[in-house]
């Protein structure tokens, strides 16, 4: 099984879409159980500028007020999740959308306020359940899951796309875990796209400050997968594995 986080400017851009969505095709037509996550960033904030919202964000995460979940759950739970789901089936795929608070596929709780500042409904993923989308692919459904999570207790959370993504590898117990993305890869100290690297080696580029901006929640998505199981995770072009070979 293999779980594919599509994001970046990849969502915004047709031609480039439609030629992962391909890829992703390819690789359920030859037989390979996928699972598809999706976050949608820009989206939202076309929607926030379009209704006059303020977009406000913090140490890297959006600040989720009211009337910025609802745009949050409106456009990756309808927008963007549909927009996949139409062009999987244009493709010949039976593809169906769901967000990670249903039926407790992506269970999250308040991510703590940074800095003093509070977040509002943001969540950090503290489980995942594999029950929906696992009775998806038993029907041959492919599923393709928006980063909107819930609380044990119902409240809707918006949640890292990249985050959700290892999250949901971690539950259904994948082979790999792929981030689809508009950068070629993970850099080095040099500027340099690392091919392939173990989890020390990961863990060292973290401490060390290397990784940064956008790249940092994914490295951290890909070493909380592998530790969970996950045998290979893939950004880009960079392949993390558990142990150089």
Do not use: C, Y
């Given at each position: 099984m293999k779980v594919i986080?599509?994001?970046?400017?990849?969502?915004?851009?047709?031609?480039?879409?439609?030629?992962?969505?391909?890829?992703?095709?390819?690789l359920w037509q030859a037989g390979e159980?996928?699972?598809?996550?999706?976050?949608?960033?820009?989206?939202?904030?076309?929607m926030l500028a379009k209704?006059?919202?303020?977009?406000?964000t913090h140490a890297g995460l959006r600040i989720t007020d009211d009337a910025t979940l609802d745009v949050v759950v409106s456009v990756l739970g309808g927008l963007v999740n549909k927009l996949?789901?139409?062009?999987?089936?244009?493709?010949?795929?039976?593809?169906?959308?769901i967000s990670g608070s249903d039926a407790g596929t992506l269970v999250a709780e308040q991510h703590p306020p940074i800095?003093?500042?509070?977040?509002?409904?943001?969540?950090?993923?503290?489980?995942?359940s594999p029950t929906l989308v696992k009775s998806m692919l038993t029907y041959g459904i492919l599923p393709v899951v928006s980063s909107i999570a819930m609380s044990s207790d119902g409240q809707l959370f918006?949640?890292?796309?990249?985050?959700?993504?290892?999250?949901?590898?971690?539950?259904?117990?994948?082979?790999?875990?792929?981030?689809?993305?508009?950068?070629?890869?993970?850099?080095?100290?040099?500027g340099k796209v690392v091919g392939e690297l173990d989890a020390s080696d990961a863990h060292a580029l973290v401490a060390?400050?290397?990784?940064?901006?956008?790249?940092?929640?994914?490295?951290?998505?890909?070493l909380g997968a592998m530790s969970a199981g996950v045998g290979k995770v893939k950004i880009g072009i960079t392949e993390c594995t558990h142990a150089s070979s």
């Open positions: 986080k599509l994001g970046g400017s990849l969502l915004d851009d047709a031609a480039r879409r439609a030629d992962a969505l391909t890829e992703i095709v390819a159980d996928v699972v598809l996550v999706h976050g949608g960033g820009k989206h939202i904030d076309a209704l006059g919202i303020a977009k406000r996949i789901v139409s062009e999987l089936t244009a493709m010949g795929v039976k593809a169906a959308g800095d003093g500042v509070d977040l509002g409904h943001v969540g950090r993923v503290v489980s995942s918006n949640v890292n796309a990249d985050s959700a993504a290892s999250a949901l590898a971690a539950a259904l117990k994948a082979k790999s875990l792929q981030f689809i993305t508009d950068v070629p890869g993970l850099l080095d100290s040099e060390d400050g290397v990784v940064k901006g956008g790249m940092l929640p994914k490295l951290t998505a890909a």
